[in-house]
C-alpha cells in the first residue's frame, strides 16, 4: 500500500529551486532513502513533506487510515503529525532543561484527550491519561536503551543517546511514517553501526514505515530497500541498493564525496 507520494513537486526560494518536479513514492513497511550532496534538497523535501514548507508546484499525498490517498499539501505540521507522520532532525532538537523521559511524554500530548478544565481539576480521566503516557514513556525509553536515564537531563547524555531519545519522542507521537534527517550525523564508526541495527530492530519491531536522508553510505546500502538521488534538486536516480552504487551518474554526482559530508 501507498503511504507517501509526491507529484511533480517543486520548491523554490525567489529565483532558486531548491526541489524540481519530484516525484517520490514510500510503499507501507519500506526503508526508503534519500542521498545527495550538499544542497541536492533533501531537508527542503522533508520540510515540504511535513508540512514546514509549502510546495511551490505539485502535490504531497498521505495514506489516511483506510488507504486512500489525501491532498495534504500545504497542511500545518501539527496536523500531519496528528495523522500518522513523525520526524527527526539533522542538529537534535532535543529539550535541554527537560529530563529524558520529559522529553518523551511532550510528544504524547499530541494525543491528549483529555481538555483544559479536567486537566486543571486533576480528574480521575485525566490523571488515568497521564499514567498511561509516563507507562508508554518508560516502555519506549526501555526499548531504546534508556530507561534508567529517564531522570537525566536530555542535553546531559552522551551523543548517541540524544540520537535515540529523539527517535523515542519521535515513536512516542505513534507514527506510521517515520521521517529520520542524518540520524548518523556526527556518530563514529561504532556508534553507526549501533544505529544501524537500532533502526532495523525499530522498523520491525513498530511496523513502521521509514524515509530517511543520510549521507552514510553503510546504513543506506545495509537497510534501505529503495534509494532515491537528488542532485541540485533534481531526481538523477532511483533503484535498489545494488542499482545505485553501481549507477555511473551516481558515482559521478555523489558517491565520490567524502560520507561525512553535511547538508
Do not use: C, W
Not at 518523551?104 to 478544565?117: I, R
Amino acid at each position: 500500500m501507498r503511504i507517501l507520494e509526491t507529484k511533480h513537486t517543486t520548491m523554490r526560494f525567489g529565483g532558486v529551486t531548491a526541489v524540481e518536479d519530484l516525484n517520490l513514492y514510500v510503499d507501507q513497511g519500506e526503508i526508503v532513502a534519500i542521498i545527495g550532496p550538499n544542497g541536492a534538497g533533501k531537508t527542503t523535501t522533508f520540510n515540504m513533506m511535513t508540512g514546514v514548507y509549502a510546495p511551490t508546484e505539485g502535490q504531497i499525498m498521505l495514506a489516511k487510515k483506510d488507504g486512500n490517498l489525501e491532498d495534504i499539501t500545504g497542511v500545518r505540521p501539527d496536523l500531519i503529525a496528528k495523522r500518522g507522520v513523525a520526524r527527526t532532525f539533522q542538529n537534535i532538537r532535543l529539550f535541554s532543561e527537560l529530563t529524558a523521559l520529559e522529553n518523551v511524554l511532550t510528544a504524547q500530548h499530541l494525543h491528549v484527550k483529555s481538555n483544559f478544565a479536567t486537566a486543571m481539576l486533576g480528574l480521575p480521566q485525566y490523571k488515568k491519561e497521564e499514567r498511561a503516557f509516563r507507562k508508554r514513556a518508560m516502555e519506549l525509553l526501555e526499548i531504546v536503551g534508556l530507561a534508567d536515564q529517564a531522570d537525566s537531563m536530555a542535553t546531559s547524555l552522551p551523543y548517541g543517546q540524544q540520537r535515540r531519545l529523539e527517535i523515542a519522542r519521535a515513536l512516542a507521537t505513534d507514527p506510521r511514517l517515520l521521517l529520520l534527517d542524518e540520524p548518523a550525523a556526527g556518530m563514529n564508526p561504532q556508534e553507526t553501526q549501533e544505529l544501524t541495527t537500532f533502526v532495523s530492530q525499530i522498523h520491525e519491531q513498530f511496523g513502521l514505515t521509514i524515509l530517511m536522508i543520510e549521507h552514510h553510505m553503510q546504513i543506506v546500502m545495509d537497510i534501505s530497500h529503495r534509494i532515491y538521488v537528488l542532485d541540485f534538486g533534481k531526481t538523477i536516480a532511483h533503484g535498489t541498493p545494488d542499482e545505485i552504487k553501481n549507477n555511473e551518474r551516481v558515482i559521478d554526482a555523489y558517491l565520490g564525496v567524502a560520507e561525512d559530508a553535511e547538508g
